[in-house]
């Protein structure tokens, strides 16, 4: 008997600003196991940006056809535009065995958390304190009104991180990509998995 482990599924989500794309698009070039989910939305394409490929773009009256049957993991709107995960992709991929990663905004990692608790949630850091000081006071001419508004904003980030299980600090982009790969690994070594798996094994050969 053979034993078959579901995939795990990875949510990898943080600040707007923090780079989540930009580390995503440089572990898809990496050769791992992951796959990648592909969300819909109904922001019009960016240049070079293809259907089905980067999003499947959607008209509003389609994407919400989608939210009523059903056929979103989670979805959020987000500067005026939805963005959804599809179910099905992600069902048949983790059934077959494979891991999935979402990238995703964080109101949608939260919904996630809710249907999917099983899921490993990775929090993409801004890379250092330095910087989150330099993203909250700018260039140092902005006024106390607008400073006081990203202090908030930065803190309502940071209080985020507790629904996470691991925080990545995006301070260079590959090394950013080997702690994702890091805690790929890792999940798969927990010993309650690995014992799953052993014990199954050895139910099948009846011992
Ligand atoms: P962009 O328009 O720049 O491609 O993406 C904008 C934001 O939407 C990013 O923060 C990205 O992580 C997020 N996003 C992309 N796909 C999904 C999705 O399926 N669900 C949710 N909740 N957010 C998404």
């Not at 922001?43 to 994407?63: A, H, I, L, S």
């Amino acid at each position: 008997m053979t034993y078959k482990e579901k995939g795990l599924l990875f949510i990898l989500s943080g600040p707007s600003g923090v780079g989540k794309g930009t580390v995503c698009k440089a572990l898809k070039k990496r050769k791992t196991n992951l796959a990648f989910s592909v969300s819909a939305t109904t922001r019009k394409p960016r240049e070079g940006e293809r259907e089905g490929v980067e999003y499947f773009f959607k008209t509003r009256e389609q994407f919400e056809q989608m939210i009523k049957d059903n056929l979103l993991l989670e979805w959020a709107e987000y500067v005026g535009n939805y963005y959804g995960t599809p179910l099905d992709f992600v069902e048949k991929t983790l059934d077959s065995g494979k891991d999935v990663l979402l990238e995703i905004e964080v109101q949608g990692a939260m919904k996630v958390k809710k249907n999917y608790p099983n899921g490993i949630f990775i929090f993409l850091a801004p890379p250092s304190l330095g910087e989150l000081r330099r993203r909250i006071t700018g260039r140092g001419t902005e006024s106390e009104d607008i400073i006081n508004g990203r202090m908030t904003v930065a803190k309502a980030e940071i209080e985020m991180m507790k629904h996470y299980d691991y925080v990545i600090e995006n301070d260079e982009v590959e090394r950013a990509c080997d702690r994702i790969e890091a805690v790929v690994m890792a999940e798969h070594l927990r010993r309650a998995r690995v014992m799953e798996k052993y014990l199954q094994l050895m139910e099948g050969e009846g011992i």
